[in-house]
């Protein structure tokens, strides 16, 4: 079965960057949207950003909006969610998730990866 993969988590600093990758374990995965989600402690787990795989047409929370790009490799069918001028509230596990057709919802998970900006 496959499997989504996030890579790039750790700890940084108030204003800095990090870039997280989400990669399928079989690259002949096919998904019509990728997404990224990140859940606090003691917080729902709240949408980031979105990207249409065919079209590259992207979303963003307003949280995520002027600091957050997130793009696709389709050669390397990775996903990538490139986070500039972090806060100590970006803290939080960030997923990134796949939509297999346009009419369903995320129906494939990664394992999440932990990001934690310091102050």
């Known amino acids: 079965q496959v499997q989504l993969v996030e890579s790039g988590g750790g700890l940084v600093q108030a204003g800095g960057s990090l870039r997280l990758s989400c990669a399928p374990s079989?690259?002949?995965?096919?998904?019509?949207?990728m997404g990224w989600f990140r859940q606090a402690p003691g917080k729902e787990r709240e949408f980031v950003a979105r990207i249409v795989w065919g079209s590259s047409n992207t979303y963003y929370a307003d949280s995520a909006k002027g600091r957050f790009t997130i793009s696709r490799d389709n050669a390397k069918s990775t996903g990538y969610l490139q986070m500039n001028s972090l806060k100590p509230e970006d803290t939080a596990v960030y997923y990134c998730a796949a939509q297999s057709v346009s009419y369903g919802q995320y129906d494939l998970w990664g394992q999440g990866t932990q990001v934690t900006v310091s102050s």
């Open positions: 079989e690259r002949t995965f096919r998904r019509y949207a």
